[in-house]
C-alpha cells in the first residue's frame, strides 16, 4: 500500500523499530513523501505508534506533546488502512 506521509512523519518512522516497515520510500515535494508498506504492517506500525504514545506523548499535566500529535496523526493514518 503507498502512503503518502509529511517528512516529519516520514523521519519518526525511519528513526525508529518502525522503520522495517517502509519496503520504499518517494520523496514526492519538500514536504511530503511517499512510502510503500505491507498491508500487514501497516497494523504493527499503528501498534508501535500507540505503545510510543503511551511512552511519550504526554507531558507531566497529560498535555499532549508535539511528539504525542505527530503520533496520533500517524495512528489515524494507519487505523483505516
Do not use: H
Not at 514536504?31 to 507531566?60: H, P, T
Request: include cysteine; charge should be negative.
Amino acid at each position: 500500500m503507498i502512503v503518502k506521509l509529511k517528512n516529519e512523519l516520514y523521519n519518526m518512522l525511519n528513526n525508529s523499530i518502525a522503520k522495517k516497515y517502509i519496503k520504499s520510500m518517494t520523496i514526492l515535494n519538500p514536504k511530503y513523501v511517499k512510502v510503500c508498506i505491507e498491508e500487514d504492517d501497516m497494523l504493527n506500525i499503528r501498534e508501535w505508534a500507540c505503545d510510543e504514545l503511551q511512552k511519550k506523548g504526554f507531558d507531566e499535566t497529560y498535555a499532549l506533546t508535539n511528539e504525542g500529535e505527530n503520533l496520533e496523526e500517524l495512528i489515524d493514518i494507519f487505523i483505516g488502512k
